[in-house]
């Protein structure tokens, strides 16, 4: 099973950016999804996570609002828009898999069967 990650750059506060993660020798039915994020010197925080199968996205406080979780079961992909971007949302970010749908564990990092490869997010000021 393979995660690639992709879409990251640098961009202007107040500026957007779409990042994507095309899961690989997986079926992707029933699963639950995510993106996640971990700036210099910080720790791995959850961005937005959802199951496949049905259900909306769970988004973190600091990005509901201006983040949006997709996925398109027919290219095994999930997506992250990402809009008004502040700063602070610099970091690298990745995507992540569990296998069995346990949102909720992997919303807090405790049941991760596969991560990408992480692509960075670089937002000036």
């Known amino acids: 099973v393979q995660l690639q990650a992709s879409g990251g750059g640098l961009v202007q506060a107040g500026g957007s950016l779409r990042l994507s993660c095309t899961v690989s020798?997986?079926?992707?039915?029933?699963?639950?999804i995510g993106w996640f994020r971990q700036a210099p010197g910080g720790q791995r925080e959850g961005v937005s996570v959802m199951s496949s199968g049905a259900g909306n996205p769970v988004y973190g406080d600091s990005v509901k609002d201006r983040f949006t979780m997709s996925v398109d079961k027919g290219k095994n992909t999930v997506y992250l828009q990402m809009e008004s971007l502040k700063p602070e949302d610099t970091a690298v970010y990745y995507c992540?898999?569990?296998?069995?749908?346990?949102?909720?564990?992997?919303?807090?990092?405790?049941?991760?069967?596969?991560w990408g490869q992480g692509t960075q997010v670089t937002v000036s000021s």
């Open positions: 992540a898999l569990n296998t069995k749908g346990w949102l909720l564990a992997l919303w807090r990092l405790q049941s991760v069967n596969y």
């Open positions: 020798g997986f079926t992707f039915d029933t699963c639950a």
